[in-house]
């Protein structure tokens, strides 16, 4: 019992030495602490900095300081910065980069401004631990991110610049760091500023013309891995964040130029990106927080009034420099006023770069232990008043922002109904990752794999296979939060079916594979593509997804006249969009002057919408000349119509056999807009119409090209 008992003791010594213990308390502080202060409304990140502070060496001293905690907080730092610039929409950014330089330079001069005169004249310290002291009050970790990823606004302007001016203003900090210290220590000679200028140009270079091309080849080459993807990103963050170091520069600044350099090869709804933010926001961002509280020790308000009214002084102007920085930020650039607290509250927080220039200034003997301790309260407050702060401007920015960004007025907020009718279960994973890509994300509905069998067989059977085969690629897309519903009808007629199942479950959008090789009695009778866009008002996208989305540089969308006119016009446009956003691409679209101009209206509704760019065609008949231009990192889309719709084009017409013949192996998607088939109590008497007798004619012209066919091959 005793060596039990001492066995105990050893084990529960504090601090806890054993891995497993502290690495399972640190687990049950990441689950319980946001819970629990949640109920206080207290912020999560509030809650996990609080909880360093308690269990941490000037609380509890439960868990202490050591290499394990410093690795996995400083991954957790940098995958801050790597997810703010992966996230960042780069044309949205290029679009405000006057706004992220304005920003970036306001709030680095501002605080500077304000903190230099109050530590020289206030405080008393000289002119070098002055301008350490205002160099601190400059630096800002954007630890209310997960805030603004939390509350889905993360592409909001104001964010963008932000994230732009926070690393203008940690570069500019951390560069004028490294010039105070030579200045202090006398070291500062041309071979510094030859090694840091070196280093960062091939940083650049590495990240921007190297890496992308890269991780293009491996993401294709192994698409199936989808483990070694995300292990390959991890790699890129740690190299860029080393290189960055070599240069002199903190590892933060790499970090988020490898999640710039990986942004348009990483989609927002990809597979990778879900890993990337589900271990990140787990395990690493959490870990990182709490060593940020372990830094606090509340004990040196207990020092004397010296120590409080040195902590009092370094707050209130940090926080106010920060504060006007960013009202002028908004009244300069005309954002809103929750805008403005959103880039404060942003802005405001101050810890690894604080950390950082305090205690390289402490160590180099420029700055005293009050200052050191004046800035873990900073850090503590700060990060309290930045997340408050942003929680509040978020809240209020998704209550005025339009629901989904875009909305149609035929489309009823919030429900979309996909539907994948699917013959080969082999093919299910990219048009699966495709549907996901494009759904409206305020939908509830689930979307639907249709797998229609003849009526003779096993029903029950059938849809224990295609439920497994469902998992099996919902597990390998790592996309286990959404809902996928298998279903599994008997129907002989294909077209039938899929317009039976599409009414029962109120279908919006039909997603299908390609149509396989035309066969003899296709020509003679149409192709079952054909007979499903016939009987089905829905709208309907037929994709051939040769490659993964995100080895595509652009999408290349072809609208023919008065495809404006069309019902469905807006919900396919719509769709494109969110697409590009998804992939971050651009969209070049070919259409003349009345069709770019509807396009416009539409774009001007949507508050995520990619950068377009316009090509007027005078000529539709040479589409086929157009098509076969298409590059292998082209996503061609067609916006093509049903025949006898105002939009319909001859040049559409056999438009699978023109993309097998003219381009087989790129990716392509025809999207067909949806249409108003009437009451379905007129279902009986669809058959009475004019189409039958003018494709009289059609058919015999499919006969006659058939049978030239056979012919040709016999010769």
């Not at 405080?123 to 800002?140: K, R, V």
């Not at 051939?544 to 404006?564: H, K």
């Not at 949806?674 to 009986?684: F, I, P, R, S, T």
């Amino acid at each position: 019992m005793d060596a039990i008992l001492s066995q105990l003791r050893e084990q529960f010594h504090l601090p806890l030495q054993n891995p497993v213990l502290v690495f399972a308390l640190i687990l049950l502080i990441i689950l319980l602490a946001p819970i629990l202060l949640k109920k206080l409304r207290v912020p999560g990140i509030i809650g996990l900095i609080l909880a360093g502070v308690l269990f941490g060496p000037h609380g509890l001293n439960l868990l202490a300081k050591n290499s394990a905690i410093d690795l996995f907080s400083t991954i957790g730092l940098l995958y801050i910065m790597f997810i703010a610039g992966l996230e960042l929409e780069l044309h949205e950014f290029k679009k405000y980069r006057y706004h992220s330089i304005g920003f970036g330079f306001l709030t680095f001069i501002m605080p500077m401004a304000l903190g230099f005169p109050a530590a020289y004249f206030i405080l008393g310290y000289n002119f070098t631990a002055s301008l350490m002291i205002g160099t601190l009050f400059a630096t800002q970790t954007m630890i209310a991110y997960p805030i603004v990823t939390k509350f889905g606004i993360s592409r909001n302007k104001a964010v963008a610049i932000t994230v732009g001016g926070t690393i203008l203003t940690d570069t500019g900090v951390l560069l004028l760091l490294a010039v105070i210290t030579g200045v202090h220590a006398g070291s500062l000679e041309a071979g510094f500023w030859i090694k840091m200028i070196i280093s960062v140009i091939f940083l650049l270079a590495v990240m921007f013309l190297v890496i992308p091309r890269i991780a293009q080849w491996f993401f294709r080459r192994l698409e199936g891995e989808k483990t070694s993807h995300y292990i390959f990103v991890l790699s890129i963050v740690f190299l860029a964040a080393f290189i960055s170091q070599i240069a002199g520069l903190e590892p933060i600044i790499g970090a988020f130029i490898a999640g710039l350099a990986l942004n348009k090869i990483v989609p927002q709804s990809s597979v990778l990106m879900n890993r990337i933010q589900f271990v990140g926001n787990a395990l690493f961002i959490p870990f990182f927080l709490i060593s940020v509280g372990m830094l606090v020790d509340l004990r040196v308000l207990l020092q004397g009034p010296k120590a409080l009214w040195i902590a009092f002084v370094l707050l209130i102007t940090a926080l106010v420099g920060k504060y006007v920085a960013a009202r002028l930020t908004q009244w300069i650039f005309g954002y809103s006023r929750n805008q403005g607290l959103l880039i404060f509250g942003l802005s405001a927080s101050h810890a690894a770069a604080a950390m950082a220039v305090i205690l390289v200034g402490y160590k180099a003997g420029i700055i005293d232990e009050n200052i050191l301790n004046g800035t873990i309260i900073l850090i503590l407050v700060s990060c309290l008043v930045a997340s408050i702060a942003t929680e509040a401007a978020s809240k209020r920015i998704v209550m005025e922002s339009e629901p989904g960004g875009a909305l149609s007025e035929e489309q009823p907020a919030g429900y979309e109904s996909i539907i994948l009718p699917v013959a080969n279960l082999k093919n299910l994973e990219r048009i699966l990752e495709f549907s996901f890509f494009i759904r409206d994300k305020r939908s509830k509905e689930p979307i639907r794999v249709l797998n229609l069998i003849d009526p003779g067989s096993n029903a029950d059977l059938k849809l224990t296979q295609v439920s497994q085969e469902v998992d099996k690629v919902m597990a390998n897309l790592a996309l286990s939060d959404f809902h996928v519903l298998p279903v599994v009808a008997a129907e002989q007629n294909i077209a039938a079916g899929i317009n039976r199942i599409s009414r029962e479950f109120e279908v919006t959008t039909i997603v299908m594979g390609w149509p396989t090789k035309e066969s003899f009695s296709d020509r003679l009778f149409g192709q079952k593509t054909d007979h499903i866009l016939e009987s089905s008002g829905q709208a309907i996208l037929v994709c051939r997804l040769m490659n993964p989305l995100n080895s595509f540089s652009r999408i290349v969308l072809f609208s023919p006249p008065f495809s404006e006119k069309e019902q469905g016009f807006e919900y396919l446009i719509t769709k494109i969009t969110t697409l590009a956003v998804e992939i971050n691409l651009p969209v070049h679209l070919y259409c003349d002057s009345k069709t770019q101009e509807a396009v416009a209206v539409l774009l001007d509704k949507i508050n995520r919408k990619p950068l377009f760019k316009n090509y007027e065609v005078q000529n539709w008949n040479e589409f086929l000349l157009m098509i076969n231009k298409l590059a292998e990192k082209d996503l061609a889309i067609i916006f093509s119509a049903r025949k006898g719709s105002v939009s319909h084009h001859s040049q559409m017409d056999q438009i699978f056999d023109r993309f097998n013949t003219v381009c087989p192996d790129r990716t392509v998607v025809i999207t067909y807009p949806k249409v108003n088939l009437g009451n379905d109590k007129y279902d009986k008497y669809r058959d009475f119409y004019a189409e039958p007798l003018t494709r009289t004619a059609e058919t015999f012209r499919n006969i006659q090209r058939g049978m030239e066919k056979m012919i040709h091959k016999a010769e």
